[in-house]
């Protein structure tokens, strides 16, 4: 039985709802493209008297989605900065106000005539995501114990796969994506943020943030008695006090840290190329524009709406898998399956359309949808991965400052993709835009085979030894040894030079107590 309590649960499900859910609003337009694309054309022929050609039409619906992206960019760059100066809660407290005004200029642009202001929404909303990105894991994780904190951590990706369905289908015709109803439609994330802005109030504030950067040590225990059952009370607290005392002895990494020691080198590359992994995997063109893929197989709209929220569902059904599959499987082998099958998929995708296009066989077009299915699928099974591996690579004092770097990454990737998707499929046709993810994904996955390292139940220790083993291995151009079944801290030692290998152990133990015992009960 778990040993939460009910305000844990009324935690999650705010934060999950209000908070994860939100990334609704990138999926929306994919079964509203050709409504708002004729909104957008029949709203600039009122302004100007010409209609818009194909290419103005492209480039201005890539900003109408990619403005999400803009403004995830620009969230995920202050994530840090208000999760430690406002807090975890405070600032998902914050982020659901800016979702509610985001919302509010997207219902309002259809009465005001105004593309303008459905492109400034979700560019709001966007900010919004970013936050959300980094906020909504970081809360989780924080206010549950460490037996079940991986799982925690996933629940934020099983949320975002949610909104990703329930988008498609809100933005059905029959629901609410019709010429009359889109507005309500876009708008409609607004409504769950109000919730988390009235009920968040009411729950705790993470009990690591209370202690470490408030020095609250009550009121810290507290929030703990108020979320779990009283035997697992004092085993968290006791993680959190640990954690305490190494932050006020070693104070928290910058930045430049990150890019400049040599240690890091590895673990930054990875948590980097892991989320430009994904992005090229082609998800951020797939949920975007799904809709236009389905009728370049010669399905009509109705049709393809439909198959799109189809899609959806498959990817949510596989994503609430991936805690159970993560922990059995773990993270490099799951994640170089994901990568792997979704290379096979869009290579299958590509050649069914081309064969489609110049042949016009039935049989293709179903080809090309069985692809997208499986796809789908196959994605789904991996798609929490990057959101966690930086966290598990590095420990409490470099977590945050490489999170936020991981996060801009996917942010801006999926910026560039989504906006430059379009033009570039009318540019070179439909078989042919997806050979960008084709090629970058076959160089992914060599780099990930190469660099990325297990890290299910390890320690950062361990971790940290295997992450040196393969840099070694590189540098001694033999980057296919085999990694040792027992490699363990000290047989890292013993492969490695003394020089590339810094201790991380306690240099003043007498030191250390003092801390300790300054934020002991």
Not at 154 to 170: E, N
Not at 183 to 211: D, M, N, Q, R, W
């Amino acid at each position: 039985m778990l040993p939460f309590l009910p305000r844990y649960y009324l935690s999650v499900i705010v934060v999950t709802l209000g908070g994860s859910a939100q990334f609704y609003s990138y999926g929306i337009v994919n079964v509203c493209q050709e409504l708002l694309s004729e909104w957008i054309n029949s709203t600039y022929f009122e302004r100007t008297g010409e209609p818009l050609t194909l290419t103005q039409s492209n480039v201005i619906w890539s900003f109408v989605v990619s403005s999400v992206a803009i403004g995830a960019i620009c969230g995920s760059l202050v994530t840090r900065t208000l999760a430690e100066k406002f807090g975890r809660r405070n600032a998902l407290i914050m982020n659901g106000v800016l979702n509610v005004c985001g919302a509010l200029l997207e219902l309002l642009a259809k009465p005001a005539a105004s593309p303008e202001f459905l492109i400034a929404g979700r560019l709001i909303l966007g900010v919004n995501m970013g936050l959300t990105s980094g906020l909504v894991p970081m809360y989780l994780m924080e206010i549950t114990p460490g037996k079940w904190r991986g799982s925690a951590g996933t629940l934020h990706q099983v949320a975002v796969a949610f909104s990703d369905w329930f988008s498609l289908f809100v933005g059905l015709p029959e629901i609410l994506g019709s010429r009359a109803l889109w507005p309500y439609a876009f708008a409609f994330p607004g409504f769950p943020a109000l919730l988390l802005v009235i009920i968040l109030p009411f729950c705790p504030e993470s009990p690591k943030f209370t202690l470490m950067n408030l020095g609250r040590r009550e009121e810290s225990l507290n929030a703990i008695k108020s979320l779990v059952e009283e035997k697992e009370v004092q085993p968290m607290f006791r993680t959190i006090v640990k954690e305490a005392a190494q932050f006020s002895r070693e104070g928290r990494g910058t930045y430049k840290e990150l890019f400049t020691r040599k240690e890091f080198r590895i673990p930054i590359t990875v948590s980097i190329l892991v989320m430009i992994s994904q992005q090229f995997t082609g998800c951020t063109a797939v949920f975007a524009y799904s809709t236009d893929m389905f009728v370049n197989a010669n399905l009509n709209i109705d049709t393809a709406r439909h198959a799109t929220l189809a899609i959806g569902i498959v990817y949510f059904l596989f994503a609430c898998s991936s805690p159970f599959l993560i922990e059995r499987l773990g993270r490099r082998f799951l994640s170089l399956f994901q990568l792997v099958s979704c290379l096979i998929a869009l290579i299958f995708l590509s050649t069914f359309t081309y064969i489609q296009q110049i042949s016009n066989h039935a049989w293709a077009s179903y080809g090309s949808i069985g692809a997208l299915i499986g796809y789908m699928a196959l994605y789904g099974i991996g798609s929490p991965i990057p959101w966690m591996i930086t966290a598990e690579l590095f420990n409490t004092k470099y977590r945050s400052a490489a999170v936020t770097v991981a996060v801009f990454t996917a942010w801006t990737f999926a910026f560039i993709i989504s906006t430059a998707y379009l033009p570039f499929q009318q540019l070179v046709g439909v078989a042919f835009s997806y050979l960008p993810f084709i090629i970058i994904s076959c160089i992914s996955i060599l780099f990930m085979y190469l660099l990325l390292p297990e890290t299910r139940d390890k320690n950062i220790d361990d971790i940290v030894t295997e992450i040196r083993f393969r840099g070694q291995s590189l540098s001694i151009m033999q980057p296919f040894r085999t990694i040792p079944s027992d490699l363990a801290i000290n047989e890292g030692r013993r492969l490695l030079p003394p020089e590339n290998f810094e201790e991380e152990e306690d240099n003043d133990p007498q030191q250390n107590h003092e801390n300790y015992q300054a934020i002991l009960p």
